[in-house]
């Protein structure tokens, strides 16, 4: 025979009991309650005094039509009903916590970092981004791809984040930091005569090479022209020119022209090698171009993942003397 007020085991809570008239503060602190066992130390924990908690519990007990806790002068102890109940309790305050959380997300624009990069930059920044995103998993990455004069451009508009490039030409609105010197060197037909180990730049005298389209112009290829000037020849250009790295590589294999590329680019392709390019060995600087007045934390971010990685795997280390394989 059960006592007024408490529930025979199985039973559980009495149907004539609507949700709408327990309140989620009260079952917070049933729930605190239920933990400490003390009132005293339960009121402190919600930051109300003894007699309020004692009150509360009271009410959610009338609602309910059960006894959930026994009190007596020096002992605080859940009924059989009251455990039951906390269990149940507990599923309802994960939910509501977890609903709450859903819908602040969904309030949220989700937060993206656009950066841009001209596509012969891409595998220089591959690991910075992917350190990024491993350590910022909320993070969308909006990739560009643009030389550095339109990331500029696009940085001083407000429509990109992050740029990656040579920071020659910055203007003083734009915050720089290098990470990266990048082998330079050549693409060439394995069975090419100048396939056997480093290529000398003054051998590229009078071979076609391949560029990027003269209107755009960007900074790498100015890059190796100024490289091959300073051993006394402008290069020759092939007519004509390529948007994908994969149509510049079949180029190359049909022995139409040769291609400068820096060692982070140089993937292993069928039929084709890569030699670094010597008297003078030549390293491309790539930086990490943004705003000088952006502070926001992904921008943050994405300078502290450059500049760790290029201290972790020496990318500004001194270039050894002789080039042995392309560097990862």
């Excluded at 001083?156 to 330079?184: I, K, N, Q, T």
Aim: glycine content about 8%; some cysteine; hydrophobic content about 45%.
């Amino acid at each position: 025979m059960t006592k007024a007020g408490d529930i025979a085991p199985g039973e559980g809570v009495p149907t004539r009991v609507a949700g709408r008239h327990l309140e989620l503060r009260q079952l917070r602190y049933f729930v605190t309650l239920a933990e400490e066992l003390h009132f005293g130390r339960a009121a402190a924990r919600e930051h109300i005094v003894q007699s309020a908690l004692s009150q509360q519990i009271q009410r959610l007990e009338r609602a309910l039509g059960v006894e959930l806790v026994r009190r007596t002068t020096h002992h605080v102890e859940l009924t059989a009903t009251g455990c039951r109940f906390l269990a149940e309790v507990r599923e309802i305050l994960t939910h509501v916590d977890r609903a709450a959380a859903a819908a602040a997300g969904a309030g949220r624009a989700p937060r993206t970092l656009r950066v841009g990069v001209a596509d012969e930059g891409y595998d220089a920044v591959r690991q910075v981004l992917h350190e990024l995103l491993q350590g910022h998993p909320d993070l969308e990455i909006s990739q560009v791809e643009v030389g550095v004069r339109d990331q500029m451009r696009m940085l001083a508009e407000g429509s990109l984040d992050v740029g990656v490039g040579r920071a020659s030409a910055a203007p003083p609105d734009v915050a720089s930091v290098l990470f990266r010197l990048d082998p330079l060197g050549v693409l060439l037909p394995e069975c090419h005569p100048l396939a056997a180990g480093p290529v000398p730049v003054a051998a590229l005298a009078g071979r076609r090479l391949l560029l990027g389209p003269q209107d755009r112009a960007p900074e790498f290829d100015e890059f190796v022209n100024e490289l091959c000037r300073s051993v006394g020849f402008s290069p020759t250009r092939y007519p004509g020119s390529v948007a994908s790295s994969r149509v510049a590589a079949d180029l190359v294999l049909q022995r139409q022209c040769v291609l400068c590329l820096p060692a982070s680019s140089a993937t292993a392709l069928p039929g084709l090698v890569w030699q670094p390019l010597v008297a003078p060995a030549a390293r491309y600087p790539w930086s990490v171009l943004w705003r000088a007045d952006d502070r926001t934390e992904a921008v943050s971010a994405f300078v502290r993942y450059a500049r760790r990685l290029s201290a972790e795997r020496g990318w500004l280390d001194p270039a050894p003397e002789l080039f042995g394989e392309a560097a990862g």
